[in-house]
C-alpha cells in the first residue's frame, strides 16, 4: 500500500503532465489555466486511495483521476459564472480573465474531455465508470439548481440544505471513491461503504467550507471571504441563526437577506454579529463532527485490514483541518 502523501505527489504528477495545447488555444488554454492552478485536488487523490486500498496497481486509475478532476473544474466553471464569483483558488475565475463566451465554452470541452479519459480506461471497466460519472454529473446539477432556488426562498429547512450539498460535493467524494473501487474490482459492499464514507466526508466538508466562507481571509482561503453572505445563500450559518435568533435578530437577518444593500461590507459585519451572537460557528462545527463520525463509522464497515483504510482517515483528518 502506498503512503498517503505518495499518493497526494502521484495525484499532482498525473494532472500536471497531461496539457491542452491543441487548437484553437481560445478553447483549451482556459482548461489549462483552470487544472493547473494547483488546487486540492481532493476527488482524484480519492480515486487513487480507493484504488490502492484493495491493493490494486494506481497506474489502472490514472485516466479516471484525470476524469474526475476535468469534470469537476467543469462545474466550478460554470457555478462561478452563475455566482459573479471574482476568485477561484486565490486567482481571477476563468469567466473573468477569458470572458464568459469562451469561459462557457472551455467548460463545455472539460465535460467532454472527462469522458474521453473515461473510454482510455480497461475496457470491462468503462461502462461502470461511465455510469457512475453521469451520475454523480446529474446529481451536481440539481444539487446547483436547488442552490439557486434556495436564494429565492425564505422557508428552505436544514434537511433542505444537507440534502443540496449532498448533491453538490457529498455525491462528487462518493463518485471519486466507487470509480476507484470499481478499477479495483471491490465487492458491492465495500463499494457501497466507500461511497457512504464519501458521502458523509463530502457534507462535513461543505459544512466547513460555509464556516471558513465566514471567517477566513483571502490569502488562506483563496477566495473573497463573506461572498455567502453577499450573495444571499441560505446556507446552514443562516439557517441555525434564523432558528436560535430572537424575533428581532431574525427580523434584521430576514431584511438583511432580502433587501438591495449598497453597503455589501456593512452587510457582512452585521450578519456575522448575529451569527457570533448565537454561536453558529460552534453549532456548525458539532455537526461537522457528527457527518466525521459517520464518514468513520462508515470506513469501517469495509472489508480490509485497518491499514489499508488509513488513508482515509489521514484524508478526513486533513480534510477538516485546514483554513482553505
Not at 112 to 130: G, H, N, R, V, W
Not at 238 to 261: F, G, Q, S
Request: with cysteine; aromatic share 8%.
Amino acid at each position: 500500500m502506498n503512503k498517503f502523501e505518495t499518493l497526494q505527489a502521484r495525484v499532482n504528477e498525473i494532472i500536471e503532465q497531461e496539457k491542452q495545447t491543441k487548437q484553437p488555444l481560445s478553447l483549451y488554454e482556459p482548461v489549462d489555466y483552470a487544472i493547473h492552478q494547483k488546487g486540492k485536488r481532493l476527488r482524484p487523490l480519492l480515486v487513487l486511495i480507493a484504488t490502492d486500498m484493495f491493493n490494486t496497481d494506481i497506474a489502472k486509475a490514472e485516466k479516471a483521476c484525470m476524469a474526475i478532476e476535468l469534470l469537476h473544474n467543469f462545474t466550478l466553471v460554470h457555478d462561478d459564472i452563475m455566482d459573479a464569483s471574482p476568485l477561484r483558488r486565490g486567482v481571477p475565475t476563468i469567466y473573468q480573465k477569458y470572458g464568459i463566451n469562451k469561459a462557457i465554452l472551455s467548460g463545455d470541452v472539460m465535460y467532454a474531455l472527462s469522458y474521453q479519459y473515461i473510454l482510455q480506461c480497461e475496457k470491462d471497466k468503462i461502462p461502470s465508470l461511465t455510469k457512475t460519472l453521469t451520475s454523480v454529473l446529474i446529481n451536481i446539477c440539481e444539487g446547483q439548481a436547488l442552490d439557486m432556488a434556495f436564494e429565492e426562498r425564505n422557508d428552505v429547512s436544514q434537511k433542505e440544505y444537507i440534502t443540496m450539498i449532498s448533491l453538490k460535493t457529498g455525491i462528487l467524494f462518493a463518485g471519486a471513491l466507487k470509480m476507484g473501487a470499481i478499477i479495483a474490482d471491490a465487492d458491492v459492499e465495500d463499494m457501497n461503504s466507500l461511497s457512504e464514507f464519501g458521502l458523509y466526508s463530502g457534507i462535513a466538508f461543505q459544512l466547513q467550507d460555509d464556516v471558513l466562507d465566514c471567517w477566513s481571509d483571502l490569502s488562506s482561503f483563496g477566495k473573497v471571504s463573506g461572498t455567502d453572505i453577499a450573495d444571499n445563500k441560505k446556507t446552514i450559518l443562516y439557517l441555525l441563526a434564523m432558528e436560535k435568533a430572537n424575533d428581532e435578530d431574525k427580523a434584521l437577518l430576514n431584511k438583511l437577506y432580502t433587501e438591495k444593500i449598497i453597503d455589501i461590507q456593512k452587510k457582512i459585519q452585521d450578519v456575522k454579529a448575529i451569527f457570533e451572537k448565537y454561536n453558529i460557528k460552534e453549532s456548525v462545527e458539532t455537526m461537522i463532527e457528527q457527518y466525521t463520525d459517520l464518514a468513520l463509522n462508515s470506513l469501517n464497515k469495509i472489508s480490509t485490514d485497518e491499514e489499508s483504510k488509513s488513508n482515509l482517515k489521514t484524508f478526513i483528518n486533513q480534510l477538516l483541518n485546514r483554513n482553505k
